[in-house]
């Protein structure tokens, strides 16, 4: 096994059925921007009536169909928040609190050690969350993922993941392994992938490689590191 192979994220999704939620994080490889994106994906009815919107440069997820909604509260949240010289990502509403944290100058891992995974069980599904720090025409990021400890949920096992931010290289972050019943959570480090400099090409790449019949959303961001230009691709299953 190669451990500093930058994998092609396509290759590492396509046959994949459910690898449920993910975040990445990373540099084009021209060094010039920095790169986020997040996806969502879904198996239960109440889980792909979601689309993603964006507002004022937020990206939340709502209901495609209101009048389906069963249950919003682990469904429906702010996917992506910005405070600052800092860009939050997280795949529930951990974001909320990581922004409140951050505005009252404390840190990432402080306001994630109040959190939990979700309350879903059998699966327990991770939380999993990314932040971006900018600075000096460069930026730094973070990941983290809380699971549970073991079958039972009977506690939360808690893992940050820091890194300097290096052109070409991103690390990508998800919930699930693959489908199973219940579902088998993400275990090691954030896997090493590619993050070139098209967004069009990333954004292609991630949304192909996705299960077609269980992907929902997903949102790219890039954010010029000299400019502060920020472009960005969103799509929706549901239109």
Not at 203 to 210: F, G, H, P, R, V
């Amino acid at each position: 096994m190669e451990i500093y192979k930058i994998n092609d994220i396509g290759e590492l999704i396509t046959g994949n059925s459910y690898v449920g939620r993910g975040i990445v994080i990373g540099k084009t490889e021209d060094g010039t921007k920095a790169a986020a994106a997040y996806f969502i994906m879904g198996r239960s009815a109440n889980s792909r009536n979601r689309i993603f919107t964006e507002k004022d440069g937020e990206v939340f997820t709502e209901p495609f169909d209101a009048s389906k909604v069963q249950d919003p509260s682990l469904i429906i949240y702010a996917a992506i928040r910005s405070y600052e010289n800092r860009l939050i990502v997280t795949n529930g509403n951990q974001t909320d609190t990581i922004y409140d944290f951050v505005k009252g100058g404390k840190s990432f891992t402080e306001a994630l050690a109040t959190r939990e995974f979700e309350p879903d069980a059998p699966n327990y599904t991770p939380r999993i969350s990314g932040m971006l720090t900018f600075k000096d025409n460069d930026f730094t990021y973070e990941l983290n993922i809380l699971k549970s400890i073991d079958p039972e949920g009977t506690d939360c096992a808690r893992y940050t993941f820091s890194y300097p931010a290096k052109a070409g290289l991103g690390h990508f972050l998800h919930t699930y392994v693959c489908d199973g019943n219940p579902i088998p959570t993400f275990q090691g480090e954030p896997e090493r992938v590619l993050i070139p400099d098209s967004i069009d090409e990333f954004t292609e790449t991630l949304w192909n490689a996705l299960d077609p019949d269980n992907k929902i959303s997903l949102y790219v961001r890039y954010t010029d590191l000299w400019t502060g230009e920020i472009t960005n691709r969103l799509v929706n299953k549901n239109r």
